[in-house]
């Protein structure tokens, strides 16, 4: 039998595109054909070439379609590629809100227009991915037909994220593994193991990933003199990561805003304690001093007192990973999802034909 194809419109190299189009492949037996901006999105001058890329780019999606013919057609990010295929005429399509609103800069002149193309993108929609409960607020507020919406994470492989533990129980050892960007919130993190620190409590933090502010932070690290307890590893390859999550106790990550984010399953299904900001996103997830630590945001005084209080509290947090590694098991489980999101595609391929 012919296998089916689908056409992927998004950044190819990102880990979340590569789990979502893995998944097809495996789960599905879908072929998966992909087509993406190529101009870089870094200065003034490319972004400028950027938009005109994009103002072409149906035409040269229209030509991949003759030349492919697929069978389906997803997107991700509901104001860019997500309009790209709803204007296709191609059905079926499946788009993904990649955050909590997509509509970003959130005050930016730009907004009103991403809004009516967003609305577009939703109208023309077959399925609309929402990969957390927190993208659904933002769907309701623009009239979304909710009935066309699967609230489904993709999910993390938990055969690798082991919930194995190689830590010492003497210190503090903690992980980040955002990116080095200022929504991320680095700079709290580090004042308050500055905190710790003055305190004379001892530990160690891992911080992975790289970012336009990896030269900052290790300044600021060097002016709180942390810096011989604090770990800045760069990239490293995703399959070391899960070795490097293990001998952490702690997970730590301070985003300002956030969809979803699989850092922080990662992290419950290899048994680190999740301290997070206190937003709606992760308040999906974590309840504060049930599973995890809630805290406020730019607020490193609080969260060193909450690092504190959930490293002196072993037994509470003994029960608190136990309960996320269940959780990620049974509701995070990427064999379990991605099978019931490829099994979707088939029958939204196969009423298609019907139509």
């Not at 699967?150 to 830590?167: E, R």
Request: hydrophobic residues 45%.
């Amino acid at each position: 039998m012919k296998k089916r194809k689908i056409l992927f419109l998004g950044e190819t190299y990102r880990a979340d595109a590569i789990t979502w189009m893995n998944g097809l492949k495996e789960f599905g037996d879908f072929d998966i054909i992909t087509w993406e901006l190529k101009t870089p999105n870094k200065t003034f001058f490319s972004r400028l070439l950027r938009v005109l890329e994009y103002c072409f780019a149906p035409f040269q999606i229209q030509k991949l379609i003759r030349l492919q013919q697929p069978n389906m057609i997803i997107a991700e990010r509901t104001t860019s590629y997500g309009f790209l295929a709803a204007l296709t005429g191609v059905k079926p399509i499946a788009i993904a809100q990649q955050g909590r609103t997509d509509l970003w800069p959130e005050n930016g002149i730009s907004i009103p227009l991403k809004k009516m193309i967003q609305r577009y993108a939703f109208k023309k929609a077959d399925l609309i991915h929402a990969w957390g409960p927190v993208m659904t607020v933002s769907m309701k507020a623009m009239g979304v037909d909710m009935n066309k919406v699967l609230v489904l994470p993709k999910g993390i492989d938990v055969t690798k994220f082991a919930n194995k533990k190689h830590n010492p129980s003497h210190k503090i050892t903690a992980i980040v593994t955002r990116s080095l960007m200022p929504e991320y919130r680095h700079n709290t993190i580090l004042k308050a193991f500055g905190i710790l620190n003055q305190k004379g409590i001892d530990f160690k933090l891992t911080i992975v990933g790289d970012g336009i502010l990896n030269s900052s932070l290790k300044v600021l690290a060097q002016e709180l003199d942390i810096e011989n307890k604090v770990e800045f590893t760069g990239l490293i390859p995703n399959t070391k990561l899960p070795e490097v999550l293990q001998q952490s106790i702690f997970y730590i990550s301070m985003p300002i805003t956030e969809g979803l984010s699989a850092s922080l399953f990662e992290a419950m299904a290899s048994n680190c304690y999740p301290i997070v900001t206190d937003i709606i996103a992760n308040k999906s997830w974590i309840e504060h001093r049930k599973n995890g630590q809630l805290i406020t945001i730019d607020d490193s005084k609080m969260l060193a007192d909450e690092i504190l209080w959930a490293f002196e509290n072993k037994e509470h947090r003994i029960n608190a990973v136990s309960q996320n590694r269940k959780f990620v098991e049974n509701h995070v489980n990427y064999t379990i999802n991605m099978k019931i999101i490829a099994d979707k595609y088939h029958e939204l391929i196969d009423l298609s034909k019907l139509n």
